[in-house]
């Protein structure tokens, strides 16, 4: 098959080209130091193209012109959070094999999928869309007619990462909000759940659950605003097999409301076993090193799965030890300093497995922006799950360790230039 991937996402790729299909790939400018780290990727791509945006319609159709002449699209497919209704919408142009341009929507867009839930009869959030933020007396309106009250979390329809997404105490708080951040004029208001936050993450095909893999964020992701990293802890589907057939339905039917039949997912749940309530669900592989720990837990790899499961191909599975049990932690970060963290500061951590760590010497980044800022991330495995979150708390303090030194370090100078008599003036 000729596909045309967006997104330049080695697993992808590679799956791609062990399938023996000609790939046309269409990539971001930030993309090509990631080809450069991977030289075998340029061997599985017959031809590429650099777009300014694969969140633009008309950048992605305009490349696939500018490369011609081009065999017969067979499939436009990607892995790309935010290139999933881009890439669909140009498969439906091209008459390619693609996700359904009105499923890929409800996947990326949180207030449909909300709203078809709620018909489905799906435990959700109450929420309300705010089509002008800014207008406080129609945002009050619209919050009454929905019953909200604050506490409530507000966030962009569309967006990634838990980019942008606040706690807010009154309606006036929205209004000062869009004032620092005119972008988000429109925006959808939540009611707040406080309870375990959960990721359920695998394949579907012809609208049944083929994989997949149950996890629970050590802390809800809302933990980034306050400067603690996200982390997740997978359930071994061997020693939990009820909570698995439990998810397993409760996914199929939030799936099904969707109309998401064939693909990946990423769906986040509150709440515990018995009483799950849905999210969001997004048709691509979770991000972090979720896709690591899924081959450990479950065998399979995700990321290469996403495009597998279009062209036909069966997904590598591997052996994985149902004694262990596996998560991922994001490293933190303190703003304004640069990293000093090595990786062989964390692979002397017993339980450690993959690290992926910014280069020493490089500033760091406010953690609050999203749940992914840090300065990388890291995979555990140990015997159970308590032995897993004490392996990442003894990730974290390292890292810590480290920040702090760093920053004491580089305060001296200015201690030393303080007056002997300890004056201030």
């Not at 990727?41 to 500018?66: N, P």
């Not at 699209?73 to 009105?102: C, K, Q, R, W, Y």
């Not at 076993?273 to 065998?299: H, M, Q």
Request: with cysteine; proline share 6%.
């Amino acid at each position: 098959m000729h596909v045309v991937l967006v997104g330049a996402r080695p697993e992808a790729i590679l799956g791609l080209h062990r399938g023996g299909h000609d790939i046309t790939l269409l990539y971001e400018d930030w993309e090509a130091a990631r080809m450069d780290n991977y030289p075998a990727l340029k061997d599985c791509i017959t031809r590429k193209c650099a777009v300014d945006s694969y969140r633009h319609v008309e950048s992605l159709w305009s490349a696939i012109d500018h490369l011609k002449p081009l065999p017969k699209i067979d499939a436009v497919l990607t892995v790309a959070e935010f290139a999933v209704v881009p890439a669909a919408i140009l498969g439906n142009l091209v008459g390619a094999l693609s996700v359904d341009p009105t499923v890929a929507m409800a996947c990326r867009d949180k207030a449909i999928q909300k709203s078809l839930w709620a018909d489905s009869g799906i435990p959700t959030a109450k929420f309300a869309v705010l089509p002008d933020a800014a207008d406080l007396d129609e945002v009050e309106h619209l919050l009454a007619l929905a019953e909200l009250h604050p506490p409530l979390i507000i966030k962009p329809l569309a967006a990634g990462g838990s980019e942008n997404v606040s706690v807010i105490e009154s309606a006036a708080e929205i209004a000062a909000h869009v004032a620092d951040n005119p972008h988000m004029r429109r925006l959808l208001a939540e009611e707040k759940i406080s309870a375990p936050e959960w990721h359920f993450d695998g394949i579907v095909r012809d609208g049944k659950i083929t994989n997949l893999m149950v996890s629970r964020y050590v802390e809800p992701l809302l933990c980034t605003k306050r400067g603690e990293p996200t982390r997740s802890i997978a359930f071994s589907p061997s020693r939990n097999p009820d909570l698995y057939a439990e998810v397993n339905g409760f996914a199929t039917k939030a799936l099904e409301a969707l109309s998401h039949s064939v693909g990946v997912f990423h769906f986040e749940a509150f709440g515990q076993p018995g009483a799950f309530i849905a999210s969001e669900l997004a048709c691509r592989p979770g991000g972090c090193l979720l896709g690591a720990v899924a081959e450990k837990t479950i065998g399979v790899d995700l990321w290469g799965a996403a495009t597998q499961v279009f062209t036909g191909n069966e997904p590598q599975v591997r052996e994985v030890d149902p004694d262990l049990v596996h998560g991922w932690v994001n490293l933190p970060s303190i703003p304004g300093i640069p990293n000093m963290v090595r990786e062989e500061d964390l692979t002397a951590i017993d339980g450690v497995g993959e690290v992926v760590v910014t280069p020493q010497g490089r500033m760091m980044y406010d953690m609050s922006e999203t749940a992914s800022t840090g300065i990388g991330y890291t995979t555990v495995s140990a015997r159970d799950e308590t032995e897993c979150r004490r392996v990442m708390d003894e990730v974290i303090a390292t890292v810590r360790a480290i920040h702090e030194k760093t920053r004491f370090e580089l305060a001296e100078p200015q201690r030393d230039a303080c007056p002997v008599d300890g004056s201030t003036e």
